[in-house]
């Protein structure tokens, strides 16, 4: 299982890296939406869906409303002099409203699952909330200062993906060597709390790397670790929501497509929560800097 979990990483990983660098902000975007198009048809099975029509059908649900925010704000109009498009600020902000509701339900399960639990609808509807968001944070990252410096919007994206692997293996070391108190046993009984702080302090080390080697302006040293420590805190209830829905569907991978690692799902769960969250909070950011 190690193995193959290794020769997958070495795979995936200069795949992901050509993908963020050498695209362009179009190509990109669909290369983003065959990704979270996979996740839909993952998650389906979430919903109780397990059917080939009905996975399709929720599928092409997905795609089409990744497709339809693709054609009405077209790549190189994602960022206007005032900030970025509406549809995308409302896309995103839905997202980052669905992470604190997740939050919420994460924390309280099992209770929580009596609302939703043998809804399809509801659970097919948090799958929209996780997917679409995550694709308009994604895409509105990398286009970031595209015209004028075409990778800043890459090195954003990748600063985002070190944050979420940093917490990652922190939280894997420092739960593995120092993990006594569980964090939320109900939905992941091998998360501890001891993790949990390891993988903060390791993104932590990241951030005040980047902020560094930018390097970040004092004055939004502030607004910077709020964003970067708001970003990695959500994206751990990514990873947890997931295994709260697969734990109700009886799941325990949303796919076999990524040898050793499961699913999409099981590799972005983490990345759905973080990208809404730094995205919604670099607006904020820019804007305060705007104003002042």
């Known amino acids: 299982m190690l193995k193959q979990r290794i020769l997958t990483?070495?795979?995936?990983?200069?795949?992901?890296?050509?993908c963020i660098f050498l695209l362009n902000p179009n190509g990109f975007a669909l290369f983003a939406l065959a990704a979270l198009g996979i996740g839909a048809w993952e998650w389906s099975p979430l919903m109780g869906v397990r059917k080939f029509a009905g996975r399709v059908a929720y599928t092409a649900l997905v795609v089409a409303l990744i497709l339809g925010l693709y054609l009405i704000v077209p790549m190189n109009q994602l960022w206007q002099p005032d900030?970025?498009?509406?549809?995308?600020?409302?896309a995103?902000?839905?997202?980052?409203?669905?992470?604190?509701?997740?939050?919420?339900?994460?924390?309280?399960?099992?209770?929580?699952?009596?609302?939703?639990?043998?809804?399809?609808?509801?659970?097919?509807?948090?799958?929209?909330?996780?997917?679409?968001?995550a694709w308009a944070a994604l895409v509105s990252?990398?286009?970031?200062?595209?015209?004028?410096?075409?990778?800043?919007?890459?090195?954003?994206?990748?600063f985002i993906f070190a944050l979420v692997w940093a917490a990652d293996v922190?939280?894997?070391?420092?739960?593995?060597?120092l993990g006594k108190h569980k964090m939320i046993p109900a939905v992941s009984p091998?998360?501890?709390?001891?993790?949990?702080?390891?993988?903060?302090?390791?993104a932590f080390i990241v951030m005040v790397i980047v902020a560094q080697w930018v390097p970040v302006p004092?004055?939004?040293?502030?607004?910077?670790?709020?964003?970067?420590?708001?970003?990695?805190?959500?994206?751990v209830f990514g990873d947890l929501s997931e295994s709260m829905f697969k734990r109700c569907a009886g799941v325990?991978?949303?796919?076999?497509?990524?040898?050793?690692?499961?699913?999409?799902?099981?590799?972005?769960d983490s990345l759905t929560a973080a990208l809404p969250v730094f995205a919604l909070g670099y607006l904020l950011l820019i804007h305060t800097q705007y104003v002042s």
């Open 170 to 177: 922190g939280a894997y070391a420092a739960g593995r060597m």
């Open 9 to 18: 990483a070495l795979v995936l990983l200069p795949v992901a890296l050509a």
């Open 141 to 158: 990252v990398r286009a970031l200062h595209y015209d004028t410096q075409p990778l800043f919007g890459a090195w954003t994206v990748l």
């Open 83 to 90: 900030g970025l498009a509406m549809p995308m600020v409302v």
């Open 190 to 202: 091998n998360k501890t709390i001891e993790g949990l702080c390891g993988g903060v302090v390791l």
């Open 218 to 235: 004092r004055e939004l040293y502030v607004g910077f670790y709020t964003v970067g420590l708001a970003t990695v805190m959500v994206s």
């Open 252 to 268: 325990k991978d949303s796919g076999t497509i990524l040898p050793g690692h499961g699913g999409v799902l099981d590799r972005i």
């Open 92 to 133: 995103i902000s839905l997202g980052v409203l669905w992470w604190l509701a997740a939050v919420v339900m994460v924390l309280n399960f099992p209770r929580s699952q009596r609302m939703w639990r043998r809804s399809r609808i509801y659970v097919g509807v948090f799958g929209l909330l996780v997917l679409v968001p």
